[in-house]
């Protein structure tokens, strides 16, 4: 997911980032969208580095970039905390 210079609302400093992440959340009982999410994000990279940050409510999903610096597989975990529940969620990224 290449992240595009002409985005906007991912926060001040992410233009400058190649990859961006893209994440919607969806209350599974009414299938809403939810927008008022604190979602935060654990980024390790293939050699054991960790760059944190905060995802931002973007319109239709919560949005944030990175640039990988090394090749390989990078794992990420995300917090979400919402109406007073906890979730977590990790998925992986391969660069090449």
Excluded: C
Excluded at 9 to 31: P, R, V, W, Y
Excluded at 33 to 59: C, F, M, N, R
Excluded at 75 to 83: A, C, R, T, W, Y
């Amino acid at each position: 997911m290449k992240h595009m210079k002409t985005s906007q609302g991912h926060g001040e400093g992410d233009h400058s980032k190649t990859h961006s992440f893209m994440i919607t959340l969806q209350d599974t009982a009414s299938k809403e969208i939810i927008s008022d999410a604190k979602v935060q994000y654990t980024l390790s990279t293939p050699t054991g580095g960790k760059e944190t940050g905060k995802l931002t409510w973007s319109g239709d999903n919560y949005g944030g970039g990175f640039s990988p610096k090394e090749k390989g597989t990078y794992q990420v975990q995300l917090k979400i905390e919402s109406g007073g529940m906890e979730r977590e969620a990790k998925f992986s990224y391969e660069s090449k």
